[in-house]
């Protein structure tokens, strides 16, 4: 009878434990019927992982369907502001994917609805070399910057760089740097 109560005493500390996470520090283990656990993360790293909210309907298929590191930016211009945007995953298999950031759900790229892009895909020796303007991003990464140009539309601005062997590429429909650099260190910072 002792034991059995032992059992239900050392369950009712685990949920405490676990309930309580916010003074622990960034990982916690507990040992449970003798097997190591990993119980708790730290809760300000948890959310700050989080990407801006136009990518939640998509990002269970994307972690679906893709093997490399998924980095979406927490910031999306114009995303605070009101207006409804809508992520809209074009393409994902293992080793890339594409999404295209628009005002509708429906939007097929057309460029009253476009907002940009955002994109990945792994590095390969086939992979084209980075191109553009050096810009200086978080974690002393190197990300290059191409310009938009308009004739009877306007083109993507788009900012790219690589890290742990796969190519990200942020881009806005006739957007300015300065955005492009907030957004890009908002998927390398979260």
Not at 47 to 63: C, D, E, G
Request: hydrophobic share 40%.
């Amino acid at each position: 009878m002792m034991i059995l109560g032992y059992k239900y005493f050392t369950a009712a500390c685990t949920a405490i434990l676990l309930a309580s996470t916010n003074s622990l520090p960034d990982a916690a283990i507990a040992t449970v019927n003798h097997q190591t656990q990993e119980i708790a993360q730290n809760q300000v790293q948890k959310t700050s992982l989080q990407p801006n909210a136009v990518f939640r309907p998509i990002l269970a298929k994307l972690k679906q369907k893709t093997r490399i590191g998924i980095l979406l930016p927490k910031f999306v211009p114009e995303s605070d502001e009101g207006t409804p945007i809508y992520a809209i995953l074009e393409k994902a298999t293992r080793n890339q994917y594409e999404i295209l950031l628009g005002f509708s759900p429906d939007c097929t790229g057309g460029t009253a609805c476009r907002l940009g892009v955002v994109t990945a895909e792994a590095v390969t020796r086939k992979t084209p070399r980075l191109t553009g303007k050096p810009v200086a991003l978080a974690k002393k990464i190197t990300g290059y910057f191409v310009d938009y140009s308009c004739g009877a539309n306007c083109s993507d601005a788009t900012l790219t760089w690589r890290q742990r062997g796969v190519q990200y590429t942020v881009g806005l429909k006739a957007g300015d740097r300065a955005s492009l650099i907030k957004m890009a260190n908002s998927a390398i910072n979260p």
